[in-house]
């Protein structure tokens, strides 16, 4: 197709050019990342290599597996620059600096094909100060296409085009960075520091200056601005840490001299001693001694401390204790109202904060809802400010604005007695400066329960899972339950799912819109089951989980199974018994049960067996295939992103992956419906197991570990448990075992487990501390 | 009866097993161009060959098929050349040695070449399907047992400190590193054609290494026991191959002698302790030569791991001096199959180097075995 992407050029192999650079490759397109020449040693393309090498070592992991690191080429801009002209788009991320930059877009100018999309990577330097100079044929091809740290994870991207930007070419850049990269892409205007940053900084600065004025210590802020405003709980401060301390200083400043005089931020910024005094002795965040917090691991123990205001020195960790937050709960507005500190805190910073995002639209961008994405996904907030605002109430802001002098900005007259967003005849609205509201448009491909949501009604609903019609004959399974967790309401949901699927529509899909797709089976309800020894319960609710999965796989219509993030346990189960599974790239699966002293038991091990004995590319005989899933489930395995779990076989050649979190639906839509025609449910497998005899070696394998220490006594029963399922039991080689026998074994190791008091040690210990227990 | 020689000595470098060079050539490959280097080095006619014997302890996937006759027929043998593959584990290409020998004497063949083969990379110690007889299992735990187990096992019984076993592996490198710089490897390594390039060159030897620095390793296999990954042989890919004829072969033809054989020995222990083997069956060669260990001018004991060469080594009686002296496995590395050819060739080309009258090529076996080989000097 003309005008595809299908080559791209990085140049700059820092964190954030080598971070483009994987996600790119991660979308299976192919890198030439270029860097400058090393300072010395023979290899001119060090500086690339080297940033790849590291990339591969760095955790969270930029790669979502080895082999997309080998779809980038590295290069020096010395020898390689001509070489831009076999690509589609040339990302520049290299020093923050207009001469650099300018020098180098001139040089590129000469060598790279006309039509070739340019954009910078900048964070502080406005478009128009990068094309002074520049002739008009550059300024054609050139936009700013500015990404989050790290690029993989954080799903925002701004773009910013110019008047003489070729709006066709940006909006193939946009594409691109939307399908291709999984990034939501926000239009920003050619202001300083663009939405996200403009008022992160903003917010961060205010924070930071206001708690040791109101006389708070650390964690007490960190605790006010944290979750109560659905800010991740690291807060403020804990924010600083991770993004380093030593660029606080250098955003600032960039941001001062960008903004103009009368901007609100001048007067917060100012100079912190005690940020002084961190910087000069080294504290520059998580990534070197610590910051605002530190781990003390003087005198061998790990202690955590944080920094005094008043005294300037690290002191013990200090849990905050502050009544008018407890009292205030959720309520956003009752915490801006709050008596005492805890008020003035969370109105002059979060107060402000808002009040400046409303000033933003028509500055930074044209509309309210680019605000909120960008605050959701650049900062991971849960609500954007104008959904804040709507929380609080318009009018209460304002008039609480007007008490204190603060000037209102134009969208908050306009939204005056009524909200910012509102649902009309089904579809969600947002009000426009022109006072009118306006549809929330999604981009073809888009679908979202969520939106869904506001118009339709479920077909099928229980306390735990919903059921929804989402059109062309597909219905779309959702879990509802707490984290998703699974228990038999989904069970009984399921099993009316599938036959009303089988009555009267074509396909299903599972699917849903947690932060997890499933962390796996309520293990609450097993334990409650276990103590009061009702083991005839426990027995029904693994047999019936063994039903609705066999159910699920040999229906007589296709099951598309669509992760992301988490799924675990139960939650990979229902990802092996789906005709196929289109997964978001950042899904995490794998059957963990091990951990907590179990082994799955509604078929992962059935599943995976039949799929690695059946896997053209493993050795022939009994043992590889249970060899290979023993050694994933005994150790709980998972996989680090849709990549890793095509390699755990989880995902088989036709599955698919889908990079933006928002297409997911829709691809797996797409997916079933392509499976329609012509349907016929799988055949069931039968195998060939080693029995006993390959479980003396699995139990081998697992004594060894032990007397490393890196088994623990309790590995060793639940070890062997999993090699009896996995090896057949009592089977022989010349004999084929069928599914239902090993669910059979699955369900007899599931339960003699969950009568050992060390299982009930674990279970007990991960619903309690959510880590798990090694005994 | 008739006397039987060792006339021509050759192996392959010896690599790590899948970081090394060799890890992407098949082990047939590998084995057949040392074959062919053997052949071309000594000078024998190829028609007079009666049978390529090639020892490999898990003759399966790339090197299963009766990779024996495969390996003749890589090496271009004459098709009238037979091939076969022989199975001790670790002491599999020195049975080849002495088959060969028994197979002369018996009049049944004059010249045949005793290879050995693993490549540790590409075939998992084990083999891909490991099914283990649940009543054995039971009845004689030391049946399947892990090596690194047993060597933790001797180093208890023999109470080899960790402190010596290190010392021991220091020497053993420095040996290496230092026969490698005078060049003492070159005659013996057949350099391999691989796609990537040729690969003449060893590859697990690391000279550099301290007691210090060995001091530092984790436990490789109990985390209560002194073994660790700098006192153990490493994974290995190579390939040895001697050549071995009747006396009167080599004379007729004009071959060069490097040792005579002069008496064999294989025995069982008990498989827990499986290092130890070389002591009993060390001792029923020297009875069958009438000789004491201290006789010894030239001891090539394969270096399994560190624990079971020292305890065998003050069991038998060897001098510290003659033995393994261009260093040992700890160094050199231990592709399985292969090891046995490579220490009777080695010791044999030693009596001829160093002088002496007397060697011995000895190792211990899993499973509970050992076997050994005295030669004479000619």
């Keep these: ?688 197991l080693p029995g006993p005899s390959g479980k003396v070696a699995m139990d081998q394998a697992v004594a060894g570990f032990a007397r490393l220490g890196q088994a623990t006594k309790h590995d060793i029963v639940v070890g062997g448990e999993l090699a009896t399922v996995l090896t057949g039991g009592g089977t022989d080689i010349i004999d084929t075992v069928k599914e239902t026998k090993i669910l059979e074994l699955e369900r007899e190791s599931f339960l003699r487990l969950l009568k050992t008091s060390a299982t009930l040690a674990r279970i007990e210990h991960m619903l309690e501390t959510g880590k798990p227990l090694r005994n | 009866m008739t006397n039987v020689v060792i006339a021509g000595y050759a192996r392959s470098p010896f690599t790590l097993a899948r970081k090394g060079a060799l890890a992407r050539v098949r082990p047939d490959d590998m084995a057949a161009e040392v074959v062919r280097g053997l052949i071309a080095q000594t000078g024998v006619k190829p028609e007079d060959i009666e049978d390529i014997i090639v020892g490999c302890a898990f003759p399966e996937g790339e090197q299963g098929m009766n990779v024996g006759r495969l390996i003749g027929l890589l090496a271009d043998l004459p098709i009238s050349v037979g091939g076969c593959t022989v199975n001790r584990f670790c002491g599999s290409s020195m049975q080849s040695v002495h088959i060969a020998a028994g197979q002369i004497q018996l009049g049944a063949g004059e010249v045949f070449i005793a290879a050995g083969v693993e490549s540790m990379s590409r075939i998992p110690m084990g083999g891909y399907n490991p099914l283990f007889n649940p009543v054995l299992a039971k009845k004689s735990p030391g049946a399947y047992m892990g090596m690194g187990e047993t060597a933790e096992n001797v180093a208890r019984r023999w109470q080899i400190t960790r402190d010596a076993q290190e010392e021991f592996a220091v020497k053993s490198q420095k040996k290496a590193a230092a026969a490698q710089a005078a060049g003492k490897f070159v005659a013996e390594i057949i350099p391999i054609h691989a796609k990537a390039g040729v690969i003449d060159t060893d590859g697990c030897i690391r000279g550099e290494t301290t007691k210090e620095a060995l001091a530092g390793l984790k436990l490789a296999f109990d985390q209560e026991g002194t073994v660790t990954a700098g006192t153990s042989s490493p994974l290995t890919d190579g390939a040895s191959a001697v050549l071995v004829c009747s006396e009167a072969y080599a004379d007729k033809h004009g071959l060069k002698k490097l040792a005579r054989i002069k008496s064999v020995g294989v025995a069982g222990v008990e498989p827990e302790i499986m290092g130890i083997g070389p002591v009993r069956s060390s001792k029923k060669a020297l009875d069958r030569a009438g000789l004491k260990g201290s006789d010894m001018d030239v001891v090539e004991l394969n270096e399994a791991f560190a624990s079971q060469a020292l305890a065998s080594i003050s069991e038998i009686g060897f001098r510290e001096e003659a033995t393994n002296i261009d260093g040992g496995a700890i160094a050199i590395g231990h592709p399985l199959g292969a090891t046995g050819a490579r220490i009777v060739g080695k010791a044999a080309s030693l009596l001829a180097r160093e002088g002496g009258r007397y060697a011995i090529a000895t190792q211990c076996i899993g499973g509970g075995q050992g076997i050994a080989t005295v030669l004479e000097r000619i």
């Design chain 1, 1 to 688: 197709m003309a005008g595809e992407i299908s080559k791209v050029c990085v140049i700059g192999a820092g964190v954030m050019g080598s971070g483009i650079a994987a996600q790119v490759a991660n979308a299976g397109i192919k890198v030439l990342l270029l860097d400058i020449l090393p300072k010395d040693g023979n290899n001119r393309n060090a500086v690339a290599e080297g940033a790849v090498a590291r990339a591969l070592k760095t955790d969270p992991a930029p790669f979502m597996s080895a082999a997309a690191a080998k779809l980038i080429e590295c290069g020096n801009i010395e020898d390689d620059l001509a070489r831009v002209a076999e690509c589609d788009w040339i990302v520049e991320v290299v020093l923050e600096r207009l001469d650099v930059k300018q020098a180098l877009y001139h040089r590129l100018e000469a060598v790279r094909r006309p039509g070739t999309a340019i954009s910078s990577n900048t964070s502080t330097i406005p478009l128009k100060v990068l094309l002074e100079g520049m002739p008009e044929s550059f300024a054609h091809d050139f936009m700013i296409t500015h990404f989050f740290n790290p690029p993989r994870y954080m799903r925002l991207m701004e773009l910013v085009t110019g008047p003489a930007t070729d709006q066709a070419l940006a909006a193939r850049v946009a594409a691109f960075c939307d399908v291709k990269l999984g990034k939501s892409v926000v239009a920003c205007h050619d202001s300083p520091g663009f939405i996200a940053n403009r008022l992160g900084v903003f917010w961060m600065t205010g924070a930071v200056t206001e708690t040791p004025e109101i006389g708070l210590t650390i964690e007490e802020a960190d605790a006010i601005m944290g979750s109560p405003f659905g800010v991740p709980k690291t807060g403020v401060f804990g924010l600083s840490d991770l993004v380093g301390l030593d660029l606080m200083p250098h955003v600032n400043a960039s941001m001062a001299g960008a903004l103009p005089k009368h901007d609100e931020f001048h007067a917060i910024n100012r100079d912190i001693p005690v940020v002084r005094k961190l910087l000069e002795t080294g504290y520059t965040g998580r990534k070197g001694r610590g910051g605002f917090y530190r781990i003390n691991k003087t005198g061998g123990k790990r202690v955590k401390e944080t920094i005094d205001f008043a005294t300037g020195e690290f002191r013990l960790e200090l849990k905050p204790n502050l009544p008018e937050l407890a009292a205030a709960g959720k309520d956003v507005r009752k915490l801006l109202e709050a008596p005492g500190r805890v008020g003035t805190y969370a109105w002059n910073v979060m107060g402000r904060t808002l009040a400046y995002a409303a000033k933003l639209v028509p500055e930074a961008a044209d509309d309210i809802t680019s605000i909120d994405e960008a605050m959701r996904l650049g900062y991971n907030w849960k609500w954007g400010p104008f959904e804040l605002i709507d929380k609080v109430g318009v009018d209460w802001f304002v008039s609480r604005l007007r008490a204190e002098n603060i000037a209102v900005a134009p969208i908050l007259e306009a939204a005056a007695g009524r909200t910012f967003y509102r649902v009309e005849g089904g579809k969600r609205q947002y009000l426009g400066l022109d006072g009118a509201y306006h549809n929330l448009t999604r981009p073809d491909g888009v679908l979202l329960l969520e939106d869904l949501k506001l118009a339709a009604k479920p077909v099928l609903k229980n306390g735990s899972a919903a059921v929804w019609d989402i059109g062309d004959g597909v219905l779309c399974f959702e879990f509802t339950s707490k984290s998703n967790s699974l228990d038999d309401q989904i069970l009984a949901l399921l099993q009316k799912a599938i036959a009303l699927v089988k009555e009267k529509h074509k396909a299903l899909v599972i699917y849903n819109e947690g932060s997890n797709f499933s962390v796996g089976a309520n293990v609450g309800l097993a334990l409650f089951a276990a103590n009061i020894a009702a083991w005839s319960q426990v027995e029904a609710l693994i047999a019936t989980g063994q039903e609705m999965m066999q159910k699920l796989k040999y229906a007589p219509f296709p099951v598309v199974a669509a992760p992301s993030g988490m799924a675990l346990g139960g939650g990979c189960e229902f990802l092996l018994h789906s005709d196929a599974v289109q997964a978001h790239s950042e899904t995490y699966a794998g059957l963990v049960e091990c951990g907590i002293g179990l082994l799955p038991g509604w078929g992962g091990c059935k599943e995976m067996l039949g799929r690695w004995a059946t896997d053209p590319s493993m050795p022939r005989g009994p043992m590889p295939a249970p060899t290979k899933v023993f050694e994933m489930i005994s150790t709980a395995k998972v996989g680090r992103s849709a990549a890793d779990a095509r390699d755990m076989l989880i995902l088989r050649s036709g599955d698919g992956v889908t990079m933006n979190r928002y297409r997911l639906l829709a691809d797996a839509k797409a997916k079933a419906l392509s499976l329609v025609e012509g349907y016929k449910p799988p055949e069931a497998r039968e195998i060939v």
